[in-house]
């Protein structure tokens, strides 16, 4: 009998091939698997994370307008009559402005002008900030607060006080009496006077004191060495005229107005406005300055406080543009 030719490699390859095969099974369930099981490392971790941290909000302002333009020309003719007197050269110049020098203009700016005379100079200067917070739990707003009140203080401006918390008072328990036993007229008991005294003892008791007077005084006379408060009483200094360094309502989320004057030399006499106000992040200041010489009066403070007035409120409206 014939014996079947062994062929080699048939028998090798359908191994090989059943080997391929197996792996590719393995293969495709090992990465089935890897895929299945990622997302459900991603929903651990997830999980395990929290909520997020809330950020505080920015600021309502991210750049800052250009100072030296930001004065109309008709304002600084205003704030600055001895430029009229001027020659044209140098007259143009006191209009332009002089810019201040900063880092980044983002972030402050500034502007100052001036014009003098043999017997009187005035001096306008304007610092524009914006107040950025670096603490993401204080927004920048806040920050920008923060800033504004150590320069109230400082200029000796006390900031509005605050209403105190509403609370109810406390609730009173009324006192508990307890009847008396019957007494006979005209005798004495511990629970009271006898009747037909109460009347001597009270007028007696009137003469000695009464409501607001010293204890052991006569009625109607003050103690030795008192001195009886007088009905039309004012309390000592100055009366307020309404110029004085004061909080501004209605300019910007909140403003303050300072106002010094000082002596110059032997006969001179200078007087610096400051108005100062925040809106939003940004905070600006206002200073207008009049400085006499010689014999002149002394600046007005009126007229000074008007149009430092004036111009921060062109200035307000220009930031709500």
């Not at 900031?159 to 009496?177: D, G």
Request: with cysteine; proline share 11%.
């Amino acid at each position: 009998m014939q014996r079947k030719r062994y062929t080699p490699g048939r028998t090798g390859s359908t191994a090989r091939t059943a080997v391929v095969l197996a792996l590719g099974l393995g293969l495709g369930i090992g990465l089935t698997g890897c895929s299945s099981g990622t997302p459900a490392d991603d929903i651990a971790v997830d999980a395990k994370a929290g909520p997020a941290a809330a950020v505080a909000p920015p600021g309502r302002y991210r750049t800052l307008f250009e100072p030296c333009g930001a004065v109309p020309q008709a304002t600084l003719k205003d704030l600055l009559p001895g430029a009229a007197a001027l020659a044209d050269a140098e007259r143009d110049k006191a209009y332009r402005g002089v810019a201040s020098v900063t880092y980044d203009t983002d972030r402050r700016v500034g502007c100052t002008w001036k014009a003098d005379t043999p017997d009187i100079s005035h001096r306008l200067a304007l610092d524009i900030e914006r107040v950025v917070s670096y603490d993401t739990a204080v927004s920048d707003d806040d920050r920008a607060q923060e800033v504004y009140v150590r320069k109230q203080l400082a200029a000796g401006i006390p900031l509005p006080p605050t209403a105190p918390p509403t609370t109810a008072p406390p609730a009173t328990t009324p006192p508990t009496t307890t009847p008396s036993a019957p007494v006979s007229p005209g005798s004495p008991t511990a629970s009271g006077p006898v009747p037909g005294a109460t009347q001597a003892a009270a007028g007696t008791a009137g003469a000695e004191t009464k409501p607001g007077d010293a204890a052991g005084a006569p009625s109607g006379k003050p103690p030795a060495g008192a001195t009886a408060p007088s009905s039309g009483a004012t309390p000592s200094g100055p009366s307020p005229t309404g110029l004085e360094p004061r909080v501004l309502p209605g300019l910007g989320n909140v403003a303050y107005l300072d106002d010094t004057l000082s002596t110059v030399g032997a006969n001179g006499h200078q007087r610096a406005v400051s108005v100062v106000f925040r809106t939003s992040n940004v905070i600006v200041t206002v200073s207008y300055r009049e400085q006499t010489t010689g014999l002149a009066e002394a600046p007005d403070s009126a007229e000074l406080q008007e149009k430092a007035r004036n111009l921060a409120r062109l200035l307000a409206e220009r930031l709500e543009e």
